[in-house]
């Protein structure tokens, strides 16, 4: 990897929450302030987005260009606007590791520790959607409107279409911990059993992309198609291109893990460790 640039970045959005569970939903607030430092790759601008989190993991970014993310320790869920306005719309929960949003606005969340994807409709309490899972740990919606969702102790994904649906199996077989989809209908998992990002075709086939990933927690497409893993144990963020290849774009990182991309262009990950999120600027 060519040489890095230490960034030392002001903080975009610092967000501040009460130490209690059960803290009610609505506004929370903002300052600002200065993180750690961290090595990222020429030509690759990073700032803090989010900080002062609890257990940050699961980034989200949705249309408008709002980042929601799910608070593992905080058993919350936080959507912070552009401008800096952060609110809770989901608290009391256990252990959400991940989220998604369908088309009608209604948010999905992976509760770890119930084994339960569950459902926010607006305005109302959360409802389990689907239980009896094996620590369920990410999800997200597919073209065709199935939920496909990551158990990692089950080792397995399973797409679902309704509220109780069994679901069908996508993929068994090793520890999955993020999934990202492409073009021609292909799932890309991260396998953290066996340290590799593969590919799962329409049919079922099976092939590795990219192997020696140490603790893989997440995977996003890029708009060039390269693919940006989350290196865990390593406190590192892969580019992986579709050969195999890979190079460090960002390193001295705290458990970084669910890279996502909005519709600029620009990547967000989460820092669980430290308790943050960073949005990266650069040519993707």
Same mark, same amino acid.
């Given at each position: 990897?060519?040489?890095?640039?230490?960034?030392?970045?002001?903080?975009?959005?610092?967000?501040?929450? /009460?130490?209690?569970?059960?803290? /009610?939903?609505?506004?929370?607030?903002?300052?600002?302030?200065?993180?750690?430092?961290?090595?990222?790759?020429?030509?690759?601008?990073?700032?803090?987005?989010?900080?002062?989190?609890?257990?940050?993991?699961?980034?989200?970014?949705?249309?408008?260009?709002?980042?929601?993310?799910?608070?593992?320790?905080?058993?919350?869920?936080?959507?912070?606007?552009? %401008?800096?306005?952060?609110?809770?719309?989901?608290?009391?929960?256990?252990?959400?590791?991940?989220?998604?949003? %369908?088309?009608?606005?209604?948010?999905?969340?992976?509760?770890?520790?119930?084994?339960?994807?569950?459902?926010?409709?607006?305005?109302?309490?959360?409802?389990?959607? @689907?239980?009896?899972?094996?620590?369920?740990?990410?999800?997200?919606?597919?073209?065709?409107?199935?939920?496909?969702?990551?158990?990692?102790?089950?080792?397995?994904?399973?797409?679902?279409?309704?509220?109780?649906?069994?679901?069908?199996?996508?993929?068994?077989?090793?520890?999955?911990?993020?999934?990202?989809?492409?073009?021609?209908? /292909?799932?890309?998992?991260?396998?953290?059993?066996?340290?590799?990002?593969?590919?799962?075709?329409?049919?079922?086939?099976?092939?590795?992309?990219?192997?020696? @990933?140490?603790?893989?927690?997440?995977?996003?497409?890029?708009?060039?198609?390269?693919?940006?893993?989350?290196?865990?144990?390593?406190?590192?963020?892969?580019?992986?291109?579709?050969?195999?290849?890979?190079?460090?774009?960002?390193?001295?990182?705290?458990?970084?893990?669910?890279?996502?991309?909005?519709?600029?262009?620009?990547?967000?990950?989460?820092?669980?460790?430290?308790?943050?999120?960073?949005?990266?600027?650069?040519?993707?």
């Amino acid at each position: 990897m060519a040489s890095f640039t230490t960034v030392r970045r002001r903080l975009v959005v610092a967000l501040v929450l /009460a130490c209690s569970a059960a803290s /009610a939903l609505g506004q929370v607030s903002v300052q600002q302030g200065v993180g750690p430092p961290v090595k990222a790759a020429p030509g690759l601008a990073v700032t803090i987005f989010a900080t002062q989190l609890r257990g940050p993991r699961g980034v989200l970014v949705d249309r408008r260009g709002d980042v929601w993310v799910a608070e593992e320790a905080g058993g919350t869920i936080v959507k912070i606007s552009l %401008d800096g306005k952060a609110s809770r719309v989901a608290a009391g929960l256990e252990g959400p590791h991940d989220l998604d949003i %369908d088309s009608q606005g209604n948010l999905y969340v992976a509760e770890t520790a119930t084994g339960r994807v569950l459902i926010v409709r607006p305005g109302r309490k959360p409802e389990t959607y @689907i239980e009896n899972l094996v620590s369920p740990v990410d999800l997200a919606f597919n073209a065709t409107g199935e939920l496909l969702v990551c158990e990692l102790v089950g080792a397995r994904v399973r797409a679902y279409k309704f509220p109780g649906d069994t679901g069908r199996m996508v993929v068994q077989g090793f520890r999955p911990h993020g999934l990202a989809f492409g073009k021609d209908r /292909a799932v890309f998992v991260t396998d953290t059993s066996g340290k590799r990002l593969v590919r799962v075709a329409a049919d079922g086939v099976v092939q590795t992309v990219a192997r020696d @990933i140490d603790t893989p927690i997440g995977v996003a497409i890029g708009p060039s198609g390269d693919f940006y893993v989350a290196e865990r144990a390593a406190g590192r963020l892969l580019r992986v291109k579709a050969n195999g290849d890979r190079s460090v774009i960002l390193e001295g990182l705290r458990s970084p893990r669910d890279p996502a991309f909005d519709a600029s262009g620009n990547l967000y990950i989460a820092e669980t460790d430290a308790g943050r999120i960073l949005r990266l600027a650069g040519k993707f």
